[in-house]
């Protein structure tokens, strides 16, 4: 008989350890598909704004008989260019490619609507995101505009101020919605590890009435939840590093291919399982040891 009853506790603790540690995986597999989404996005939103060029011109003013000086001193502009803090990449524009380009974009063949070097050159500027801001575009726009030999600098500075706010907007859900997944993980953590303690409550106060310490009592089960939580975050790194090895060779290098940051990914996930299950077991503990024997039958 006795057999039988420690053989059920047992099962009952098995069963009890798998319910905590597949809730744990869950939970946290959801905290960091939640996160790779983030990472990935923010990548994207800095993909589309290094998109948002702006365009410096050199003088218009062109003599086939200055040629070579002109190209001298266009090539040193071009170079100061590059060196600017706001810029992320910069391309040199011929006469030749811009009267291309031209032809192209209206769809023409035919040189015989073109006088020759009708289009100035120019540099295409791509900025780095910081800049892409309605705050401090135009201050990039007029650093670029100090260097000697440029003379003009466009941009399309509404559809950069949309682009921006749009993007924002995004992250800033994406952002939220990452927030609300840690407090849900906080919660069913919690919760589950607060049912597993529910069931060895009697174990608890058993303990403590026999003159047990109450850090010794807490000892095995902090080490229990530390165990616990190591396992379902690891399981849940797992079944994630499944999920996005798949979407990563289906789609290839459209991710993030900064390792660094899936490494801090994977530390935060394994810190939120570990620290959680901990702090909810000694929360949940701590209750039943300050309770009184009659409240154990109605807690």
Do not use: C, H
Request: charged residues 20%.
């Amino acid at each position: 008989m006795a057999k039988s009853v420690d053989e059920f506790n047992k099962k009952r603790l098995r069963s009890s350890n798998i319910t905590v540690v597949i809730s744990i995986a869950l939970v946290l597999f959801l905290l960091g598909l939640m996160g790779l989404i983030l990472i990935n996005a923010q990548k994207y939103s800095d993909y589309i704004k290094e998109q948002l060029v702006v365009n410096a011109y050199f003088d218009e003013n062109y003599d086939a008989k200055d040629s070579v000086k002109i190209a001298k001193l266009e090539e040193e502009t071009f170079k100061k260019v590059q060196t600017l803090a706001p810029v992320k990449k910069a391309t040199y524009i011929s006469r030749d490619m811009a009267a291309k380009e031209a032809k192209k974009s209206m769809g023409i063949d035919s040189d015989a609507l073109f006088e020759e070097n009708i289009f100035p050159s120019s540099i295409e500027v791509a900025l780095k995101p910081e800049f892409v801001d309605p705050a401090k575009i135009d201050e990039a726009i007029k650093e670029i505009k100090s260097v000697p030999g440029i003379i003009d600098v466009k941009n399309d500075s509404t559809l950069m101020v949309d682009v921006y706010n749009n993007l924002s907007r995004i992250l800033k859900w994406i952002f939220g919605f990452s927030i609300l997944f840690l407090v849900l993980a906080v919660v069913l953590i919690n919760n589950s590890i607060r049912l597993k303690i529910f069931s060895k409550r009697f174990i608890i106060k058993t303990m403590q009435l026999v003159g047990a310490k109450r850090r010794f009592i807490l000892k095995p089960f902090i080490i229990e939840a530390i165990i616990l939580g190591a396992i379902g975050s690891v399981i849940g790194l797992i079944a994630l590093g499944g999920v996005w090895y798949y979407f990563t060779s289906q789609i290839g290098s459209a991710f993030v291919q900064d390792n660094n940051q899936y490494f801090w990914l994977v530390i935060l996930v394994l810190g939120v399982g570990v620290f959680i299950s901990v702090l909810s077991t000694i929360f949940a503990t701590w209750r039943f040891l300050k309770s009184n024997v009659d409240d154990l039958y109605y807690s």
